[in-house]
């Protein structure tokens, strides 16, 4: 009788071990080995344990500002990119030295950042690619008094970002429109600097950017809109405008998981598009993940900040000319060189 149960029990062991059956699809999984628990008693069933998925982070870094505001929704609904894969924005950072840092350790898959600061660091080699451009120019001149460019001629102008897309940009239009010599253009450290100064009386004509402009007619009412640079770098070159920050997403990501960047470069076009469509409902998403500017100013600001998604394909003509433009302008603001094609991410049908 012992021979005939052992005997029993050796054959249902064979039965469970050999294979087993997906409950949702009645596949058969036989790819993997399982390693099955000891079962102690007979009346306990089975019970089928799910293959773990390892959770992956894809971390983002994302300056304050505008690019906060475009990356607002998505660092607010932080979606899953794919089965297991999951975004982390990480806080927002001021200026440019924690988004060199994290370009040269290679420590975020994705980083926002003005177009012309990636392009200088591809030609040091750093492996990442432009995916996509989401901020295309907030930069504006305003003044005291009443005045239109043409009347710039014999004056000085305080602007900040010298070397830098701000300064380029005001270089490059006044240029074009035969001012450059005429003027005297004067450097504040950062734009928070210039909207102190300009609401204090301290200076007359500014270069100013979103969302500053907005604190800036809060609390001068004299605030003259002299110039819209978006505009004149519209007129003169027959462009959208001038992309000004763009997503660069680490060549290993892109190599190993196309299909993650897919998915994110959706996500993002969709909290850019959110940002556009509920203004209100983004400002509060901004405040509750770290962008500390009022909520009614980012709400107020959405239509002067040009946020608008063109994957890298879309814009890369534009982006192109920007960088020739920066070249004219000073070679080192683009690493020396031109970037070639490899500079973009371009395996996409978008």
């Not at 300056?63 to 607002?72: E, I, K, R, V």
């Not at 177009?115 to 907030?138: D, E, F, H, M, R």
């Not at 509750?288 to 879309?314: C, D, Q, R, Y």
């Amino acid at each position: 009788m012992k021979k005939f149960l052992m005997m029993v029990m050796m054959c249902l062991l064979v039965m469970v071990t050999g294979c087993s059956s997906n409950p949702k699809t009645n596949e058969i999984v036989n790819e993997e080995p399982e390693v099955l628990e000891e079962v102690e008693k007979e009346e306990h069933p089975v019970e089928e344990v799910a293959d773990d998925i390892e959770e992956v982070s894809i971390n983002i870094l994302v300056p304050s500002g505008s690019t906060a505001m475009a990356m607002a929704h998505l660092a607010s609904e932080l979606p899953e990119l794919d089965e297991g894969v999951k975004c982390i924005v990480e806080p927002y950072v001021q200026g440019s030295d924690p988004l060199l840092a994290a370009f040269t350790s290679e420590t975020a898959n994705v980083i926002v950042a003005p177009t012309n600061l990636g392009a200088t660091l591809y030609q040091k080699g750093v492996p990442y690619q432009l995916a996509a451009t989401i901020v295309w120019g907030n930069l504006y001149l305003i003044s005291s008094e009443p005045m239109t460019i043409e009347e710039l001629s014999g004056t000085t102008i305080t602007a900040f970002g010298q070397g830098s897309t701000p300064d380029i940009v005001l270089q490059t239009v006044l240029k074009e429109k035969g001012l450059l010599d005429s003027v005297e253009i004067e450097y504040l450290n950062s734009v928070t600097d210039v909207q102190s100064m300009f609401a204090a009386g301290e200076i007359e004509i500014a270069v100013i950017a979103e969302p500053s402009l907005s604190v800036s007619k809060t609390k001068v009412e004299n605030a003259n809109l002299v110039a819209d640079f978006q505009e004149e770098w519209r007129t003169l070159y027959d462009v959208t405008s001038y992309p000004q920050a763009s997503l660069f997403v680490h060549s290993d990501l892109i190599e190993n998981n196309p299909g993650v960047v897919e998915s994110l470069l959706a996500q993002v076009a969709a909290s850019v598009n959110f940002a556009n469509e509920s203004p209100n409902e983004m400002a509060i998403e901004a405040n509750a993940t770290g962008l500390e500017t009022p909520e009614a100013i980012i709400a107020a600001s959405v239509p002067n900040s040009h946020l608008i998604f063109k994957t890298a394909k879309e814009a890369q003509d534009e982006i192109n000319l920007y960088l020739e433009k920066l070249y004219e302008f000073d070679s080192k603001t683009i690493g020396g060189a031109l970037p070639d094609d490899d500079f973009y991410y371009l395996d996409n049908d978008k």
